[in-house]
């Protein structure tokens, strides 16, 4: 049976087929919803973000017009400046100890949160409450109460004989407090986590534990499995935040990054640099390579995450 | 194989079994007592902080967690009118923009994360890729651009440059999360609802939002407490006393150089938990009564 | 008002909102009102308001006043310099002054401040950026030693006077370890830039030089960290671990957390130290070499206030500060919270209204004598970065043992001409 | 008035994977069509190019006559039952019903009548006011089914829509979505594994294999004349026999022992005789293979008989009524030649 084209025509005007209105059919709803995204991207955000990459080739001081000197910041980062490399191996350190310490932290008391126990509304609001005080001052004081050497922990510590060193102002120790500050305020994770919890259907278990499945087994065949959208989003954020983590650091060590820099986060130094010594130029620059750091860890990991990472369309 | 038959299964398996039973109510008070001593360590600094809002400010660095002293409120009226500004107008300022915040956030992000994870566009991969890397960038670069920006527009000193950015999606945490969340709800429910003649946008407020409404809270629970505790924007745009922020207020108790009101800020920092605690505790049950998807078979 | 982050730089950014322009909320200060902005605690804010309540209900413009703390300032005024749109009265510090001058982002003074009457010489002097005006110094006070007069009672010593040497640390060391309880004698100075100065300046050397270069060397240096080392080894002064409790907070100090009974400090601090504090305080000097040597002293401005670059009614600023440190009547309103006041009037004028920590604060300041050495000129721009990031690291890898006194004193002056070499280029 | 479809080789890849090879097929209006096949043979994923959830890549889909290709799904009157169901948990029953026409913004009045009538055909209305999730699957695919009839479309579509339920509804369901054909008359077509529900279901039966028709047609055509080896073992059950053959002497040898089904035979590798079509009587047919009898099984209406041929190959018989087969007795197997079917190397029925 031929197909009478010219007969189907006209009714059809409304989806004609020229390939351009296809194509605004395709693509039209997609950028209508990105529409308000778009204009803040390409309004507030894109301009800034151009012109601190222009300003990483400049030495910009705030006060008087940025004076181009190429590729200069750059090259000191890499061969003249020791805090750069303190900054980098502190930032490391935290990211690669607090991020999935904090995470394990996050699942497993969301885990025993999704049992659906009595009381839970009230643990949960508990649980929150460390991140609910975020980076304020008061957290700095009560920290050094804690971490000092007469301080909380040292004495639960004399109870066994062991003396314990001031933790907070040793340089040895000072970036694990923070570290376990970083885990404790682990709250958002957690949230998030219990989240995706709730996404998953109870007759999952159900048909599992018919199978003979025991909980750990469950855990790692249904429940992990099916978290890993949420593990994966997770693990970016944190890791994300984890390197460019500033307020805690600012607020203990007063800005300072002591004891012996042992607290310099790549981020505070380069606040420092940007508004306590008025090189904005060089901030820049060090914004960007930490920008490119990132960026590299979250290519990589959305290139592994076909792998492990289960969505369900 | 049915649901309901699943259920009747274990039920009836774990009554008839005294030790199953007891096994069961072993694991309840085990965890019970894991999550309680957890949530001693949780609520140590609450105790801490509330203790010492009440401590005369000699005594808040060297005495234990307890007031030796009286029991002194004198820190919460002396922190509520120290500023010239009374705290009342910070905590209005701050739930002002908290809320236009929300709003923003869950409107526009909403939109973004729906058109990631659910329309076919040309590009999206690239605009994805540009939505990630603003995460990126440390923020404290870009705050001079931005100010000079929104100084063009007129709007310093106005709450516009901390409330317009979120109604253009500018958090683009707030899009992965969504992003993710979405990806989670079975297709075959957008294909119903294209096949019952929705549209996008009917997909999207019908369909999308209704069972989004765990991650929605989700976000509107961050951009609250977040909004709440920022202070690098407001103290960057603000410039006048009567338009501070609550934690613009508090910083202001605190200078290293000079003297420090340390019972005001501890009253104040106290008070101004609660908004975001009360918050919180009404809308965290939408995390678990939130629909999900259950009733859809996978 | 000048954009200093200039068109150019900007590329696109402001182009794609311009239209929104239209709709915007034009600026607060769009009124006469002058716009000043300082960093300090609350009861600076409340004696400074005080006053521009004062100044506007004489008939004057109205000052509108905003307060920040001292890690929020400078970031807040950096940023707003760089927009352009700094306010007209800006309280600025000794450590920033030649900054901010030489960048045009404070205005000179000389032809619009007018009468100051009777104004401290050094202290006008020290205001001043390649011989202008830049500054007005609020308040002159000078580095003291904050000491704990309840500990001295305890063990039976007498608080070191003004003739006190380094050779009394060991006496007063060995002290208060017999005493044991816990306090040491002193805090471990070695990583405060005026202290430094101040060994220094009793030396015949100086931190800076008039030129901006490193006013001693190595050996200089070497011997000032095994100096510390010698005290912190015999238990003189407190551990290293102890030290870097202290962030800089009043609450913080050795002294506040009774771990030390003498704190480098500054004369003005004394108020705040004791408020924190519920023994009873005091300043004395800084130790002298040796007995009989002075000169380590001077009446340092403690902070300025400056005019805005941009400031458009650059003539009412300056009217403002004019008032705010020659009325004798705003002098009672703020007292010594500045430092001393400058003007001789006003110090008068305020005496007898001072309580008992202020009036030690203002003898101390009025009464070095032999102490007091010339003012040293004005820092040169990268001295906050050696002191910061420098200074009180190495005095921190010393005190740990990470380093010996001989290395740290040579790393100090290579790395530190290094910075003053690259801020001057 | 019932609606027909016609598919123009019709195609879809997915970059450079072709999952579906030029399809064409005329689908007469008011025909039940059942689209059947393995998993994974592209039936679920013509279904959805005609839905229009799947943008074709090539080829031409009309709907009476016209292009359908770049029309919305929601222009192209057809309602679909999904696997999942894919009810919208959030809604209750009345507010999945009416969520179509409410987007077609039916008025309100005409919204409740036809949401009501469907309640009534499918029986459910005691459940308007439940979500789904309060609902057993039987009534969630009832509910399913309705949320396609209220909106009277021209075609309806089912995507494997009894596959979550149990045996006994399977049946109860399959018979009711028959009627419901019956009733309406409207154009469906139906997506399922089970050749049983094809068979009974049917009008038409397309049976696609690696997105390829290989054979279309009424149910009992397929069943009589399977057009290859792939059809004929796909539809009929129990599963057709087949017997590796040669031809002697234009004569077909299988099992040993030579047979004459009266017709040409060249070219012949595989003999394939349904179980239904064997019997054991001598007389009945020509004799095609002495069997061992393995196990017997007793079904009440049939007596099913699993063998093995004398060089090894298994046989399945379904013998009518209550017959008595020992075990391990020795049988021989006959067939009516008309029913038996030969096919060459490549899998091809000879006629």
């Not at chain 1, 919890?197 to 199978?211: C, F, G, K, V």
């Not at chain 2, 949530?39 to 060297?62: E, G, R, T, V």
């Not at chain 2, 870009?142 to 527009?153: E, K």
């Not at chain 4, 045996?167 to 154009?187: C, F, P, Q, S």
Request: proline share 5%; net charge negative.
């Amino acid at each position: 049976m031929a197909v009478n084209a010219a007969e189907a025509a006209p009714q059809n005007a409304a989806f004609s087929t020229t390939k351009w209105s296809r194509a605004w059919q395709n693509h039209a709803p997609g950028y209508l919803f990105l529409l308000p995204w778009l204009i803040g991207f390409i309004g507030l955000t894109v301009g800034p973000m151009i012109t601190s990459l222009y300003l990483s080739f400049t030495d910009f001081d705030l006060l008087t017009p940025a004076q181009w000197i190429g590729t200069a910041n750059y090259e000191r980062m890499f061969t003249n400046d020791r805090n750069f490399a303190a900054a980098m191996r502190v930032t490391f350190t935290f990211v690669l100890f607090s991020v999935p310490l904090k995470l394990a932290f996050a699942l497993a008391i969301a885990m025993l949160l999704n049992r659906g126990m009595k009381g839970l509304p009230l643990y949960r609001a508990l649980f929150y409450l460390p991140s609910l005080l975020g980076a304020s001052v008061a957290i700095a004081i009560l920290w050094r109460q804690i971490f000092a050497g007469d301080g909380l922990v040292n004495q639960f510590l004399s109870i066994f004989g062991i003396v314990g060193p001031s933790w907070i102002s040793n340089p040895n120790y000072s970036l694990w407090t923070l570290i376990i500050l970083s885990i404790w305020q682990f709250g958002s994770p957690m949230i998030i986590f219990l989240a995706g919890l709730r996404q998953i259907p109870q007759d999952m278990y159900e048909a599992a534990s018919l199978d003979g499945a025991g909980k750990w087994r469950q855990f790692w065949k249904i429940t992990l499995p099916l978290l890993t959208p949420v593990v994966f989003f997770n693990a970016i954020i944190q890791t994300i935040n984890a390197f460019q983590s500033f307020t805690p650091a600012f607020i203990i060590s007063n800005g300072t990054g002591s004891p012996i820099n042992s607290t310099l986060f790549y981020a505070l130094y380069l606040y420092n640099e940007a508004f306590s010594f008025f090189r904005m130029g060089y901030a820049s620059a060090l914004a960007w390579f930490l920008l490119f750091l990132i960026a590299c860890f979250t290519a990589f990991s959305f290139l592994t995450s076909k792998y492990w990472v289960h969505y369900d369309d | 194989m049915t649901t309901d038959a699943h259920k009747l299964t274990v039920v009836t398996g774990a009554e008839n079994d005294p030790s199953a039973r007891m096994r069961k109510r072993i694991v309840s008070v085990l965890a019970h007592t894991a999550l309680i001593s957890a949530s001693i360590l949780m609520l140590y600094p609450l105790l801490w902080l509330l203790a010492a809002s009440f401590k005369p400010d000699n005594q808040i660095f060297n005495t234990g967690i307890w007031p030796t002293a009286d029991w002194d409120i004198d820190a919460y009226f002396r922190g509520w009118n120290a500023m010239r500004v009374s705290f009342g107008v910070f905590f209005m300022n701050s739930f002002v923009i908290a809320i236009l915040s929300i709003v923003g956030n869950l409107i526009a992000c909403s939109m973004a994360a729906y058109a990631f994870a659910r329309l076919e566009f040309k590009f999206k991969n690239f605009w994805f890729a540009m939505m990630m890397m603003t995460l990126m960038l440390p923020g404290q670069v870009t705050i001079i651009p931005q100010y000079v920006l929104f100084r063009d527009l007129g709007w310093i000193n106005t709450i516009l440059p901390l409330v317009v950015p979120k109604f253009l999606a500018v958090d683009a945490f707030f899009i992965f999360l969504m992003v993710q969340f979405f990806r989670g709800i079975p297709r075959e429910l957008d294909e119903a609802a294209m096949m019952d003649g929705a549209g996008p946008w009917r997909i999207y407020w019908k369909i999308m939002l209704p069972l989004s409404v765990p991650v929605l809270v989700t976000a509107a629970i961050f951009t609250f407490i977040w909004t709440w505790d920022d202070f690098f924007g407001p103290l960057i745009f603000l410039n006048r006393m009567q338009d501070y922020t609550v934690t613009l207020g508090l910083r202001t108790f605190v200078d290293s150089t000079g003297e420090s009101d340390f019972g005001g800020l501890f009253a104040m920092s106290v008070l101004s938990i609660v908004p975001i605690f009360v918050f919180f505790l009404i809308f965290q049950r939408f995390l678990i009564e939130g629909i999900a998807t259950t009733g859809m078979k996978r | 008002m000048t954009i200093r982050l200039g068109r150019r730089e900007f590329l696109m950014g402001s182009s794609a909102l311009a239209a929104a322009a239209a709709l915007g909320v034009s600026p607060a200060w769009a009124q006469n009102a002058l716009r000043l902005i300082f960093w300090g605690g609350q009861a600076r804010a409340d004696r400074t308001y005080a006053v521009t309540d004062a100044y506007a209900a004489a008939g004057n413009p109205g000052v509108e006043g905003e307060f920040l703390s001292w890690n929020d300032y400078w970031p807040k005024l950096a940023t707003q310099t760089a927009g352009g749109t700094a306010p007209d009265v800006i309280q600025m510090d000794y450590r920033f002054i030649v900054e901010y001058a030489t960048r045009n982002a404070i205005a000179p003074l000389d032809d619009i401040i007018g009468d100051l009457g009777e104004f401290d010489a050094d202290q006008l002097e020290g205001g001043k950026v390649d011989g202008k005006l830049y500054g007005i110094s609020l308040g002159a006070n000078s580095v003291a030693m904050l000491a704990n007069v309840t500990a001295f009672e305890a063990i039976g010593e007498a608080v070191p006077d003004n003739s006190w040497t380094y050779a009394d640390i060991e006496r007063l060391g060995e002290a208060f370890k017999a005493a044991g309880n816990g306090m040491a004698a002193m805090s471990d100075g070695s990583g405060s830039e005026p202290f430094l100065d101040n060994w220094l300046r009793q030396r015949g050397k100086a931190l800076y030089t008039a030129e901006g270069k490193l006013g001693f060397d190595a050996a200089d240096a070497t011997e000032w960290f095994a100096m510390w080392n010698g005290f912190r080894e015999k238990g003189y002064i407190v551990s290293a671990e102890d030290n870097a409790l202290d962030t800089g907070a009043p609450e913080t100090s050795m002294v506040a957390l009774k771990k030390a009974a003498l704190l480098p400090s500054n004369s003005n601090q004394l108020v705040i130290h004791q408020s924190v504090n519920d023994d009873t305080l005091t300043i004395t000097s800084y130790p002298r070499i040796e007995a009989g040597v002075g000169g380590g002293h001077y009446r340092k401005p403690s902070m300025f206030f400056s005019v805005g670059g941009t400031a458009a009614e650059k003539q009412a600023a300056a009217d403002f500060i004019r008032y705010f440190v020659t009325d004798p009547e705003a002098g009672k309103i703020l007292g010594v919270e500045r430092g001393i006041p400058c003007n001789a009037s006003v110090r008068e004028a305020i005496t007898p209204t001072l309580d008992e920590q202020s009036q030690i604060a203002l003898n101390f300041v009025s009464n070095l004598g032999d102490l007091l050495g010339p003012l040293p000129p004005s820092p040169p721009a990268a001295a906050g970065e050696i002191d910061t990031s420098l200074l009180r690291v190495l005095s921190q890898e010393v005190g740990f043992g990470g380093r010996s006194a001989e290395d740290a004193g040579q790393f100090f002056v290579d790395e530190a001409t290094a910075i003053l070499n690259r801020a001057a280029s | 008035m019932a609606t027909s479809i016609q598919l123009r080789q019709i195609k879809k890849a997915y970059g450079d994977v072709q999952v579906i090879h030029g399809v064409d097929l005329d689908i007469e209006p008011g025909d039940f069509t059942v689209f059947v096949g393995p998993s994974g043979c592209g039936k679920s994923t013509l279904l959805r190019m005609i839905a229009g959830l799947e943008p074709i890549t090539g080829g031409d889909l009309l709907i009476d006559g016209q292009r359908m290709n770049e029309v919305p799904a929601a222009r192209r009157g057809i309602a679909m039952v999904f696997q999942s169901y894919a009810l919208y948990p959030h809604m209750s029953v009345y507010q999945n019903l009416a969520f179509g026409l409410e987007t077609a913004k039916m008025p309100k009045a005409e919204i409740a009548q036809r949401v009501q009538r469907a309640a009534e055909i499918l029986k459910i209305e005691p459940l308007l006011k439940r979500k789904p999730k309060q609902l057993s699957g039987g009534q969630r695919q009832r509910v399913a089914i309705g949320r396609a009839i209220v909106r009277e479309p021209k075609i309806f579509l089912f995507d494997e829509p009894l596959s979550n339920l149990d045996a006994e509804l399977r049946v109860a369901m399959r018979v009711e979505i028959a009627k419901l054909h019956y009733d309406l008359g409207n154009t469906m077509i139906y997506v399922t594994h089970d050749q049983v529900e094809a068979m009974t279901m049917a009008d038409k039966i397309v049976v696609l294999r690696s997105g390829v028709i290989e054979q279309a047609g009424a149910p009992l055509e397929l069943y009589n004349n399977p057009r290859n080896l792939f059809v004929a073992g796909f539809i009929g059950s129990p599963k057709m026999n087949f017997m590796t053959s040669t031809v002697e002497a234009g004569a077909l040898r299988t099992g040993g022992v030579a047979l004459d089904l009266g017709r040409d035979v060249t070219g012949a590798t595989t003999l394939g005789i349904r179980p239904e079509h064997i019997t054991i009587v001598e007389g009945s047919g020509v004799k095609f293979a002495d069997l061992t009898v393995d196990l017997v099984e007793n079904l009440g209406g049939q007596t099913v008989v699993y063998a093995t041929t004398r060089d090894g190959q298994a046989l399945t018989i379904v013998l009518e009524g209550q017959r008595h087969v020992e075990i391990g007795s020795s049988v021989s197997a006959y067939v009516d030649p008309a029913k038996a079917h030969i096919f060459d190397a490549e899998g091809n029925a000879i006629r």
